[in-house]
């Protein structure tokens, strides 16, 4: 029979570093604000120039994003000229 082979630990050592993340830095978050009603009435050229990227990213967010936050109370619906 051979000899069990043993295993030494070195428990004195410092654990080995933790590789640190670095985080890119973040863009400023803005609120932007579209005019449905005025692109949808206006057949002006700069309206469709001013609010129609603001509606492609809108749509772009809610086709490509799992978790969407919808923040609605009063004055909600008057801001949006609803009545």
Known sequence: M???PTITIDHDGAPP????RIAKPKEPKKTE???LNALN???NKMTHEKEDPKLRKLVDAL???S???VI???GISTTAGSK
């Open 67 to 69: 978790k969407i936050v």
């Open 41 to 43: 009435e206006s057949d």
């Open 17 to 20: 570093a933790k590789r640190q």
């Open 63 to 65: 086709r490509n994003k």
């Open 2 to 4: 051979s000899p069990t």
């Open 33 to 35: 604000y579209l005019d």
């Open 72 to 74: 609605a109370g009063a």
